[in-house]
C-alpha cells in the first residue's frame, strides 16, 4: 500500500440517536466511511470520512448503465476486539467483480485496512448483543458524468458500515421458496458471478411476484434448460438428500459465496459426503416424495444458514423437514457462529481480529 489512510472524525456522532434493541437490517449507518477515488489512471486518497451524502450529477453513469460492484461481510463483538469474518475472501471476489465490471483495481491491503480502521474508529458502533453485528458495505461505481456506453475512467470507493440484528429474532425460522421456470437471474458468460447491481434489479420482479403468492424468496434455474438448481435471492443452496450434502457448482452463473465455502469446508471436516455438482428441480421433488429429501438451506452473511420449509415449482409443493429446522442447518449454523464470536477456536484462520486500545475499551 503506498499511500496512507488519512482520518477526520465527525464532531457530531449520531451514536444516541440508534435504538440497538431494533436494528433491522442494513436501516442506519454508522458514524464514518471509508473512500478513496481513482482518477488519472490511479487509486488515490484514501480517507475514513464522517458519514454523508455524496453529491452526483445527473448524467453520472453508474444510475444509466450499472458500473457498480459491491460486497458484504460483517464484524462480531468479541472480547478485547472485534471480529471480521473472512475479509480476504471477500477482498477477493471483490478485484473478481471489478474485472468483470471493468473496474480498475485496487491493492487488496487497503480493503483490510481500512476496515481495520472503520471498526476501530466505530467501535461503540458494533452492536454487543449476541447474534447481532456490524455489517460492512464496501461499494465501487462510476463517477464519470457522459451518456456514451463505455468504460469510465473515474470511480469511487466506499466502505459504509450498518450495525444489524440477527437476521432471525427469536432463531432460525424456515422459509417458504418458490423455483421459477418464468424467470432467470443468469446465464453462463452473463455476470452472475459478480456482485453487481444489475443482478439485483434483475431479481426484483420475480421476487415481487413470489411475496405476493406468499413465498420469501424465488429460487432460480438455469436459464437454458429451466432445470438445474442455481441460488436463492442473495444466498447459495444446499440440498441435504440421503445424507449426501449437495450445492450446485460454481459455473459462471451463481455467486461464490463465502458461507458457502465455510458450509462446504466444514462438511467435509466432519466427514459428511459432500458433492458440489449438478441438481435438477426433478431431483429434489422425487426425493422428497421418496422421503430422501432430509433439508434444504440457504447460506449467505446476512443470514449465515437459512432453512427453507416449503419448496414450490409449478403445482408441486412439498413441506420439508415437517416445517422444521434440520439438525444439519442447525450445526452449520451453531458452529461458524461460534466461531465468529470467538466462543469456538478458529482452526481455518477466518477469523481477523482486531484489537481495540485499551483507552477504547475504558
Ligand atoms: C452475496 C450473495 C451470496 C452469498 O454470499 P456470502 O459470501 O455467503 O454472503 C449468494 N448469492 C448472491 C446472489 C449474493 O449476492
Redesign the pocket.
Known amino acids: 500500500m503506498n499511500q496512507r489512510i488519512t482520518v477526520s472524525k465527525t464532531t457530531a456522532s449520531r451514536l444516541d440517536t440508534v435504538d440497538f434493541n431494533r436494528l433491522g437490517f442494513g436501516l442506519q449507518f454508522s458514524d464514518h466511511m471509508f473512500q478513496m477515488v481513482y482518477e488519472d489512471g490511479r487509486w488515490h486518497s484514501p480517507e475514513i470520512i464522517p458519514y454523508q451524502p455524496i453529491p452526483h450529477e445527473p448524467a453520472n453513469t453508474t444510475l444509466h448503465y450499472g458500473q457498480t460492484v459491491f460486497e ?1 461481510l460483517k464484524a462480531f463483538y468479541a472480547k478485547s476486539g472485534v471480529n471480521v469474518f473472512r475479509p480476504d475472501k ?1 477482498a477477493t471476489r471483490l478485484l473478481n467483480s471489478c474485472e468483470r465490471m471493468c473496474i480498475p483495481v485496487f491493492e487488496k491491503e487497503y480493503f483490510t485496512e481500512a476496515i481495520d480502521l472503520l471498526v476501530q474508529i466505530d467501535y461503540d458502533w458494533i452492536p454487543r448483543q449476541r447474534g447481532h453485528a456490524l455489517y460492512i458495505r464496501p461499494l465501487i461505481y462510476s463517477i464519470g458524468n457522459f451518456l456514451g456506453v463505455k468504460e469510465s475512467d473515474t470511480y469511487r470507493f466506499l466502505i459504509m458500515t450498518s450495525p444489524v440484528a440477527s437476521y432471525y429474532e427469536e432463531g432460525l425460522s424456515p422459509v417458504k421458496i418458490l423455483a421459477t421456470d418464468k424467470y432467470v437471474r443468469a446465464v453462463k458468460g452473463g455476470t452472475g458471478s459478480a ?1 453487481t447491481a444489475g ?1 439485483y434489479a434483475a431479481s426484483l420482479y420475480a421476487a415481487r411476484e413470489a411475496k405476493k403468492m406468499g413465498y420469501t424468496q424465488v429460487l432460480w434455474l438455469d436459464a437454458i434448460h429451466h432445470e438445474y438448481i442455481e ?1 436463492v ?4 443452496i444446499f440440498f441435504l438428500i440421503n445424507d449426501e450434502l449437495v450445492t450446485p457448482p460454481l459455473s459462471g452463473t ?2 461464490p ?4 465455502d465455510s458450509v462446504l469446508t466444514l462438511g467435509r471436516e466432519w466427514g459428511m459426503n459432500v458433492s458440489e455438482r449438478e441438481i435438477s428441480i426433478k431431483e429434489v421433488f422425487a426425493a422428497a416424495k421418496d422421503g430422501t429429501l432430509q433439508e434444504m438451506f440457504g ?4 443470514a449465515v444458514i437459512s432453512p427453507v420449509g416449503k419448496l414450490r415449482y409449478r403445482d408441486d409443493e412439498v413441506i420439508i423437514n415437517n416445517f422444521e429446522i434440520g439438525p444439519v442447518a442447525q450445526k452449520f449454523y451453531d458452529e461458524i457462529t461460534a466461531i465468529q464470536y470467538g466462543e469456538k477456536e478458529d482452526a481455518h484462520g477466518w477469523i481477523h481480529h482486531v484489537e481495540i486500545a485499551s483507552e477504547v475499551l475504558a
Open positions: 458484504g471477500h456482485k443482478n441460488e435471492g442473495t444466498m447459495n451463481i455467486l459465496g463465502v458461507t458457502r447460506t449467505g452473511t446476512a
